[in-house]
């Protein structure tokens, strides 16, 4: 099941906008529809303006009308297992569950597949908000 969310993540990182830092990234979402929605890393040249492949999936996955995460795979042209950044991390925990699978890809396929608890431990936890 996960090697058509890398093979969607591999396509949606040849669409990234990386001119400045060269570092091309895709992320592609299963959501709770079943459907498959992508994003790429979209650069700016006012650092820090730009965004990354994960937060762009999840936009498409909610103006595709879903709103939580199954499971998802990123892919980078340049670092095999390149996991979420922090900010990206929350990001995707805000739309997910702890047991959410994150497939960590190189261009091969998935090499490593971690649960969000396990990306990121210590989320911030929004159910404690009113």
Not at 34 to 53: D, K, M, T
Not at 60 to 67: D, K, R
């Amino acid at each position: 099941m996960s090697h058509d969310l890398f093979e969607a993540a591999r396509d949606a990182m040849g669409k990234a906008y990386a001119p400045y830092s060269k570092f091309p990234v895709g992320a592609a979402i299963r959501a709770e529809d079943g459907r498959v929605y992508v994003g790429a890393n979209i650069e700016n040249l006012s650092f820090p303006q730009g965004w990354c492949a994960e937060p762009s999936a999840i936009s498409a996955m909610i103006m595709g009308g879903a709103h939580r995460i199954r499971e998802i795979a990123v892919i980078a042209e340049k670092l095999p297992l390149c996991t979420p950044c922090g900010g990206c991390r929350q990001k995707i925990s805000e739309f997910s569950s702890p047991d959410t699978r994150v497939y960590l890809c190189d261009d091969q396929g998935v090499q490593k597949t971690v649960t969000m608890a396990e990306l990121l431990p210590y989320a911030f936890d929004t159910d404690v908000i009113g």
